[in-house]
């Protein structure tokens, strides 16, 4: 009998306690759906041109802030005015959210954090973060702040090497006793490509490095600086001659002793190419070249 009251009890308190906080986050996912279809709401009338409609969703004495002119107006009708003139120069500008977040800061105010993108039919897109403070007024969710702030894009040299993107994979070619494994892959933003490599003779990895190949902006012209698991260093200077490849490069030994080399793939389709040096040269003393050697993508099993 004792266990059963007991138990009585303690559901009591439990229910006590934590029914308020159930209701809660049952209020608060029904506000969270609230705002997110106030959020399409305000998008489909920013693309639909219609000021009075955007302005419907500010709560009456919200203050909206024009990003571009720094001017600020209060109230709807202010509102509607002011987004009157901003459509009227973003014809045909279409504007997508990606909401990032929606935190609740009390029951009746909550912040949405995301990125807004002004897409016009000619030019690139223009992001900019944003924090919109969202007010409960008369059971309804309404903007009453926001704030904004241009997203920089980093710039990316893709353009400019483009061209080597042919590149990316794994390379493998063999040479006698020896086997060089290749293996590029774009750096962030693709303003570089990262060449890894590994020598081995006989099973056995004899040497390994990384190539960074990028375009110099001040030289006009791509460029390549590569290090070795010897110590050794080198810096390439690439053109392009119809399906050829050259690489202009001097090197530093790790022995101190200077050399050149000038290194030629000619591309032959996209799994197969074929690599030679010629010029090379250690300390003014010529070399002999390298004959070419044929070089092809591993593709991974399916």
Sequence with gaps: MK????????FGVFA???GPIITSAADQAADRAAIEKAIASYTAAFNAGDAKSLAAHWAPGAVYSNPVSGRQVEGRAAIANEFDGILADLQETRLAVEVESIQFLSPDVAVERGVARLISPTGEPQESSYAAIHVKQDGKWLLDRVSEEEVI???SHYQQLK????MIGTWKDASGNDQIVTTCQW???NNFIIRAFKVSV???IDLSGIQII???PAAGAIRSWAFDSNGGFAEGTWSKKNDRWIVESKATLPDGKQGSSINIMTVQDNNHFSWQATGRAVDGNILPNIDEVPVARVVAAK
């Design 3 to 10: 266990r059963t009251i007991w138990h009585k009890i303690t």
């Design 16 to 18: 006590f306690v934590c």
């Design 153 to 155: 894009v980093p710039p």
């Design 163 to 166: 061209d080597l993107a042919w």
């Design 187 to 189: 750096a962030r933003n």
């Design 202 to 204: 006989a099973d056995r």
């Design 214 to 216: 990028g375009w110099d």
